[in-house]
């Protein structure tokens, strides 16, 4: 019985690799910026509002990372 191997290499994409790392910053940019909109946006309602809507004051930050990780 004969077996063959055949090794190939594949060669760098350096544009691809650099497009990929642009479009993570960029991804990461407006996850952030979702996140800082969110923060703001719930520091800015009172306790009573907070209440309104089951969100302790002491959660605003677990929520709003949450919400920007689903977008």
């Known amino acids: 019985m004969a077996t063959m191997t055949t090794n190939t290499v594949r060669a760098f994409n350096f544009g ?15 996850r952030r910026a979702k996140y800082v909109e969110c923060v703001t946006e719930l520091n ?6 907070l209440a309104d809507i089951g969100i302790a004051r002491s959660m605003i930050t677990a929520v709003a990372r949450e919400a920007s990780l689903q977008a």
């Open 44 to 49: 800015s309602m009172t306790d009573r509002e």
């Open 16 to 30: 691809a690799a650099v497009r990929n790392t642009f479009a993570s910053i960029a991804d990461a940019r407006a």
